[in-house]
């Protein structure tokens, strides 16, 4: 198993433009989970997926948007980046069959280093 | 918003010395999971703790959760280079998980 990949490794986009963070995972897990993380702040939740079909926005969702078409992917779209956005972000995915909790174990992809300049 | 605070932000080490990095807040939490993160690489669970005073060994790691169940702590007996990494603490409720900003460890040959 590949586990949670990532793509690309690093970006750089200028103010205004757009892009797609892709993030596939191998494992047949149902919740998947797009964080951002910048120095000093810990790892914050943008967005996270409890199956194909199924979206809810996390603690920092603005400038955001995501879709789950299938089990295994789960992409993550900027639509007019911004300065804010500088972050390297993970996508994450994770097991359960009783809901969501805080103790499922979430497997991390290696992440996207991304600058908006 | 459920704030967990992790120090010391950065710890700098000789191998073989024993250290300990704590996550406090002044929330409750059900459970409690520590992360291990490489640069360049994802976080990757250690532990997790989920009753007030739980003690978990993991070679040698040892990581408590309070009896309040607001705070934990990790200690590392003997440090390796191979510890090297940043260690994150999540605390949750139900299904809401929020992170530390995580202690910097590295540790020198």
């Known amino acids: 198993n590949a586990g949670v990949t990532q793509t690309p490794k690093f970006r750089i986009l200028k103010i205004g433009q757009s892009m797609t963070l892709q993030c596939t995972q191998d494992m047949n897990h149902n919740y998947m989970y797009w964080y951002r993380q910048d120095p000093g702040m810990g790892l914050k939740l943008i967005y996270y997926?409890?199956?194909?079909?199924?979206?809810d926005k996390g603690e920092v969702p603005n400038g955001y948007n995501v879709s789950r078409s299938t089990t295994e992917d789960f992409p993550l779209r900027l639509e007019l980046a911004a300065p804010s956005q500088t972050s390297v972000y993970f996508c994450?995915?994770?097991?359960?069959?009783?809901?969501?909790?805080?103790?499922?174990?979430?497997?991390f992809g290696p992440g996207t280093r991304l600058t908006v300049l | 918003t459920q704030l967990l605070e992790q120090s010391p932000q950065f710890l700098s080490i000789q191998e073989g010395e024993n250290l300990t990095v704590y996550c406090n807040s002044s929330s409750v939490f059900s459970s409690l999971q520590w992360y291990r993160q490489e640069p360049g690489e994802g976080p990757v669970l250690l532990v997790t703790?989920?009753?007030?005073?739980e003690v978990k060994k993991l070679k040698r790691l040892t990581f408590q959760f309070g009896d309040a169940r607001k705070d934990s702590s990790l200690h590392i007996t003997a440090a390796q280079p191979g510890d090297t990494g940043l260690y994150l603490c999540?605390?949750?409720?139900?299904?809401?998980?929020?992170f530390g900003a995580g202690t910097r460890l590295t540790v020198k040959p």
């Open positions: 994450a995915s994770s097991y359960s069959n009783k809901g969501r909790t805080s103790t499922d174990t979430q497997y």
């Open positions: 703790v989920v009753t007030g005073g």
């Open positions: 997926s409890v199956g194909a079909g199924i979206t």
């Open positions: 999540a605390g949750g409720n139900n299904n809401d998980m929020r």
